[in-house]
């Protein structure tokens, strides 16, 4: 069991963007938050290229998940993520549409939240192949997070049996390719570890 600082927990931000330089974009969030006041960056999933999904034809995205540390509270996290999107330029003018980067928190270790502005974990995160494949690579089993634990059996259902849970990578190519999922082979910033 891993044991954090008092006043930390580990977080999952997801990153997209599909837009423009959408690498550069992915890699500028991930700078920004690592220099943000009370975030340490952990570990950084591999890139995803996916097919977009909303409301209206647009370009493909790449997909990514970092794990970090935080001492802020939940809707302060938000508010972080948010303010980086304002930074690089995103504009919000269509639900689902085509943006320069996208900030979703996905999971806040042993934490259930529902307000209007922010619901973790992820309404949608075990829908979307291109959220959970990334967040499977870098969430670390051995916090001890008993919501993760109850939502796992869900996570795992969906999950193919390429998944290998000690570590988080998949076996093989067919693993996300089954998903519409292309990974990119050069890293976003650091290498999800081996734990």
């Keep these: 069991m891993r044991v954090l600082a008092a006043g930390e927990r580990c977080a999952v931000v997801g990153l997209g963007a599909n837009i423009g330089h959408r690498f550069g974009f992915l890699a500028g969030g991930l700078a920004r938050l ?8 952990e570990a950084v999933s591999p890139v995803y290229e996916n097919e977009a999904v909303g409301p209206v034809a647009q370009g493909p995205f790449l997909n990514a998940a970092v794990r970090l540390r935080t001492t802020l509270p939940p809707l302060a996290l938000l508010e972080r993520c948010l303010a980086i999107e304002t930074e690089l330029g995103r504009v919000r003018h269509l639900a689902q549409g085509p943006r320069v980067i996208d900030l979703d928190v996905l999971h806040i270790q042993a934490v ?28 670390d089993r051995s916090l001890q997070d008993a919501l993760f634990e109850r939502f796992l059996p869900a996570l795992e259902a969906r999950a193919p049996e390429g998944i290998r849970w000690h570590f988080g990578a998949p076996e093989a190519p067919s693993t996300y390719e089954a998903f519409g999922l292309k990974r990119l082979e050069r890293p976003l910033l650091l290498p999800a570890p081996m734990q």
Aim: proline fraction near 11%; hydrophobic fraction near 50%; glycine fraction near 2%.
């Design 34 to 41: 690592a220099r943000s006041e009370g975030i340490t960056l």
């Design 112 to 139: 259930a939240l529902s307000t209007a502005h922010l619901r973790v974990p992820h309404p949608q995160l075990l829908r979307r192949p291109f959220a959970w494949l990334p967040f499977v690579e870098v969430w």
